[in-house]
């Protein structure tokens, strides 16, 4: 069966940096398009980066634009989002995501203080 299991949240200070993965499994990982979504409390879940399944073509939403990269290593199933200069608007629930698979994790917790 389909599992994706983020890590690598946690609680930092605006302007730190944190690096979540998303181990996948159950399915060709390797010919998926991977996203990043996050939700944050009252909010409605957003797109964050997305990254097609070669790691050459990504896009980002314009909140993050500069500062967070996605990548993946198809060996290890896995992708990542490196976030750097956090701010306290970046707080929210973290969670990978392939397209057009109707699959998500558990996600992983990032607060970010002020």
């Known amino acids: 069966q389909v599992q994706l299991v983020e890590s690598g949240g946690g609680l930092v200070q605006a302007g730190g940096s944190l690096r979540l993965s998303c181990l996948a499994s159950?399915?060709?990982?390797?010919?998926?398009?991977m996203n990043w979504y996050r939700q944050a409390p009252g909010k409605e879940r957003e797109a964050v980066a997305t990254?097609?399944?070669?790691?050459?073509?990504?896009n980002y939403a314009d909140s993050v634009k500069g500062r967070f990269t996605v990548s993946r290593d198809n060996a290890k199933n896995t992708v990542y989002l490196q976030m750097n200069n956090l701010k306290p608007e970046d707080t929210a629930v973290y969670y990978c995501?392939?397209?057009?698979?109707?699959?998500w994790g558990q996600g992983t917790q990032v607060t970010v203080s002020s």
């Open positions: 159950g399915f060709a990982f390797n010919v998926y398009v």
């Open positions: 995501k392939p397209d057009r698979l109707n699959y």
């Open positions: 990254i097609n399944s070669n790691g050459v073509s990504r």
